[in-house]
C-alpha cells in the first residue's frame, strides 16, 4: 500500500489546525515516516485520520495521540465548539457551565482547552480544582444549576485513553437526540486553530467537595459505625475523598492499598483499571486478608463506580457481582427509607430480583435501557438506581448519576448495622434469596476484530432465533428501533444479547432464577440454578461465536 495524495493532504491540514505544538510535531514524524514509505506508519496515518471520534451519549474516549481519531486539544476545542452551539441553539447561551477533570494523561490541558472555548462563547465556566471524581462533577451541575456539565475522563478505560463526558442542564448526561445535534455541529466547526479561546473562567476552592461530601456523610442509615474496611482507588482520583467521605460518616478504620492509593494515569499494577476485570482487585484481597477486614471496596479511576468485596463462608475473600450489590443496596434504601411512593429502577440486563424486592416493599419498580442516562430519567421519587456494571446511585437527590464513594458510604453503613446484629452482607444475601427466590446472573463477551461480525450475528439471531435453550423453551422479542437489543425468555429463564456501547463485543446478559422454599432448600436452589446456567452458556455460547 502505498500514501495516497488525499490521506497526505488530510493530514497536512489537520496539523496546519492544530493548535498544539506537540500533537503537531507527532503527526509530522508519522506522516514523514509514511510518505518515507514504512507501512507501519502508513497504517497508523491511516488510522489517526480515520476520524473524528465518535460523539455518542456516552460523550467520546479514544486514545491520547495526535490526529482526528485520538484525544488532544484540537478535537477538544473543536468538540467544545460544537457543544456551545448546541447550547446556543437550546437557548442557553451566557449560563453556567462546570469542567472537572480525572488524572489521566492530557486532562488538565483538555479540562483548560474546554473551558477557554466556552469562556470565549460567553459562558460563565466553572473549573473544579484539580483532579476529582466524577460524581463531583455531577454534584456542581445541579448544585449551581448549570447548563451544563463536561468531565475530562476515560473512566476505567485503558491507561492510553481519555474521554470526553457532558451533562446537560438536568444534571444527566446526554440521551438523544442531542448527541447527534452536537456531532453535527462539532462536524460544522472550523479547524481548531480559528476556534475562538478566552482565559477567565473561573476555578472553585474546596467549597464544592466539602458541600458534597458533607451529604455524602450524612447517607448511612444506622448508628453504627465499628466497621474495618479495606479499600482501593485503581490508581485514581477517589482514594482522598472516599477516605474523607467515611472520615465525615464516622468509619475511621479504612485501610488504603498504598500501591493504588495515588493517582497515576499509567496505572501499573492492574492491565486494566477495572474492578470488574481478573487480577484488578487482587491487591485489595490481599489488604483486606491480612487487615481481617469487615468490607472490602474498589472504585474504578473516576470513582463513578463501586465494588465490595466480602469474606465468604468457607473464610476467603471474594468481589460480589455488580447484581449482588445492588440487589443489596436497593433492599437496604427501601427497607430504611420513608419516601412516599418510592421508584426504585435498573436496566433491561441488571437482575430481576430488583422487581421482587420493590413488590415486597410497595414501591414503584422500572427497567431502563443501559446506560446511567436512562436510569436517571426513570421517573419522579426515584431513590435507588442500578446497572449490573458496577454502576450505583443511592443519592439521587443530590447526585443524578452513579456514584461510587456515595455506594460505598452506605454499603459501610449497611455492613456495621449487620456486623453489630452478628450478621455479614453474605447472610443478607442469603436472606434475600429465602425471602424472593436465586437469582444468579452471568454475561457471555465476545471481542471482535471486524466489528462487521457483531451486526452479523444479531442478524443471524434475529432471522433463526433459538426455540429453545437450556432445555427450555423460549420466546424472542426484538428491541428495535428503540435499541439494537434482542431479548429471550422462558420459564425462570432471561438472555439480553446486545452489541457493547464502548467496546468491540457482542454481550449476552444471561439469568436464572430459582425459588426456594424455605431457608433449609437454599442450597439445593443455588445448585440447581447452578446447573441451568452451565446449560444456557453451554447452550448460547456457539451461537454467538464464543
Request: proline fraction near 6%.
Amino acid at each position: 500500500m502505498k500514501l495516497t495524495p488525499e490521506l497526505r493532504d488530510r493530514a497536512f491540514r489537520w496539523i496546519a489546525d492544530d493548535v498544539d505544538a506537540d500533537t503537531r510535531a507527532e503527526l509530522q514524524q508519522v506522516l514523514a515516516r509514511a510518505m518515507g514509505g514504512e507501512a507501519d506508519a502508513l497504517a497508523d496515518l491511516e488510522d489517526r485520520m480515520a476520524g473524528p471520534l465518535e460523539f455518542g451519549t456516552a460523550g467520546m474516549r479514544g486514545p491520547v495521540r495526535a490526529g482526528p481519531n485520538g484525544m488532544n486539544t484540537a478535537v477538544v476545542v473543536r468538540t467544545t465548539a460544537g457543544v456551545a452551539r448546541w447550547l446556543v441553539e437550546d437557548g442557553r447561551d451566557g449560563g453556567t457551565v462546570v469542567i472537572g477533570r480525572d488524572a489521566r494523561h492530557g486532562s488538565g490541558k483538555f479540562a483548560t482547552a474546554a473551558a477557554e472555548v466556552l469562556t470565549a462563547a460567553g459562558f460563565d465556566v466553572r473549573m473544579l480544582p484539580g483532579p476529582l471524581p466524577t460524581p463531583v462533577l455531577a454534584f456542581a451541575v445541579k448544585r449551581f444549576a448549570a447548563v451544563a456539565g463536561i468531565q475530562i475522563t476515560a473512566s476505567h478505560n485503558p491507561p492510553a485513553d481519555n474521554g470526553y463526558k457532558l451533562y446537560d442542564s438536568t444534571a444527566v448526561q446526554i440521551v438523544p437526540p442531542s448527541d447527534a445535534r452536537i456531532e453535527a455541529a462539532i462536524a460544522a466547526a472550523p479547524g481548531a486553530v480559528s476556534v475562538p479561546r478566552e482565559q477567565g473562567y473561573r476555578t472553585f476552592g474546596d467549597e464544592v467537595l466539602n458541600e458534597y461530601l458533607g451529604k455524602v456523610a450524612a447517607l448511612p442509615r444506622g448508628p453504627e459505625r465499628e466497621l474495618r474496611v479495606a479499600a482501593t482507588a485503581l490508581h485514581g482520583v477517589g482514594a482522598g475523598p472516599l477516605e474523607a467521605a467515611l472520615s465525615r460518616a464516622g468509619f475511621t478504620d479504612v485501610h488504603f492499598v498504598a500501591e493504588q492509593a495515588e493517582p497515576d494515569p499509567d496505572f501499573p499494577t492492574v492491565s486494566f483499571p477495572n474492578p470488574e476485570e481478573p487480577g484488578a482487585t487482587d491487591l485489595l484481597l490481599e489488604l483486606a486478608e491480612a487487615k481481617d477486614a469487615d468490607l472490602a471496596i474498589a472504585l474504578d479511576p473516576d470513582a463513578d463506580r463501586c465494588a465490595l468485596g466480602v469474606r465468604d463462608r468457607d473464610g476467603s475473600w471474594r468481589m460480589l457481582r455488580g447484581d449482588e450489590t445492588g440487589v443489596l443496596l436497593g433492599s437496604h434504601v427501601l427497607e430504611t427509607g420513608s419516601a412516599p411512593d418510592p421508584l426504585v429502577a435498573t436496566t433491561i440486563v441488571s437482575s430481576s430480583m430488583l422487581a421482587e424486592i420493590a413488590k415486597a416493599h410497595g414501591a414503584r419498580y422500572r427497567e431502563t435501557f443501559t446506560g446511567f442516562k436512562w436510569l436517571a430519567r426513570a421517573g419522579d421519587g426515584l431513590v435507588f438506581a442500578y446497572e449490573e456494571a458496577l454502576g450505583l446511585c443511592v443519592n439521587p437527590d443530590f447526585v443524578r448519576d452513579k456514584d461510587g464513594i456515595a455506594a460505598a458510604t452506605l454499603a459501610c453503613g449497611l455492613t456495621a448495622s449487620l456486623k453489630a446484629a452478628g450478621k455479614s452482607l453474605v447472610d443478607s444475601l442469603d436472606e434475600l434469596a429465602v425471602r424472593h427466590g436465586v437469582y444468579l446472573t452471568d454475561q457471555i463477551s465476545v471481542r471482535v476484530t471486524d466489528l462487521s461480525r457483531i451486526g452479523a450475528v444479531m442478524a443471524e439471531l434475529r432471522a433463526a432465533p433459538p426455540s429453545s435453550l437450556a432445555g427450555l423453551e423460549v420466546s424472542t422479542e426484538d428491541l428495535l428501533p428503540e435499541a439494537d437489543v434482542l431479548r429471550l425468555r422462558g420459564e425462570g429463564l432471561r438472555v439480553i444479547v446486545r452489541p457493547s456501547g464502548t467496546e468491540p463485543k457482542l454481550k449476552a446478559y444471561l439469568e436464572i432464577a430459582e425459588p426456594v422454599a424455605d431457608a433449609d432448600a437454599l442450597a439445593d436452589a443455588r445448585r440447581r440454578a447452578a446447573d441451568r446456567l452451565a446449560a444456557l452458556r453451554s447452550d448460547l455460547s456457539p451461537l454467538l461465536g464464543a
